[in-house]
């Protein structure tokens, strides 16, 4: 099992810019792919971004690419994710998830509790 613990988010303006971090404990981190999700009020959870566990390949959905970029060190055994050009609409509760495989739809097998990410307009 792995546990995981985000860290990183806050209230910010459009715009601006966030590091989000995961950090994880327990079975080897980096025998995982790696992923962000988040939801909005109201809305459902969606996928934000995945990694593998080597993090030679990245995924995102259509609405973050070029703005947000996932990463890890396995050496730290931490995920992260750069969020730049916040908009309001990227308001919500991001979770990271060790997953079964890195892809566009991965398959979450441990959640983390979520960090808050607000974007001011």
């Known amino acids: 099992q792995v546990q995981l613990v985000e860290s990183g988010g806050g209230l910010v303006q459009a715009g601006g810019s966030l590091r989000l971090s995961c950090a994880a404990s327990?079975?080897?981190?980096?025998?995982?792919?790696m992923a962000w999700f988040r939801q909005a009020p109201g809305k459902e959870r969606e996928f934000v971004a995945a990694i593998t566990w080597s993090g030679s390949y990245t995924y995102y959905t259509n609405s973050v690419k070029g703005r947000f970029t996932i990463s890890r060190d396995n050496a730290k055994n931490t995920l992260y994710l750069e969020v730049t050009s916040l908009k309001p609409e990227d308001t919500a509760l991001y979770y990271c998830?060790?997953?079964?495989?890195?892809?566009?739809?991965?398959?979450?097998?441990?959640w983390g509790q979520g960090t808050q990410v607000a974007v001011s307009s």
């Open positions: 327990g079975r080897t981190f980096s025998s995982y792919a």
């Open positions: 998830a060790a997953v079964a495989e890195a892809g566009p739809n991965p398959r979450p097998l441990y």
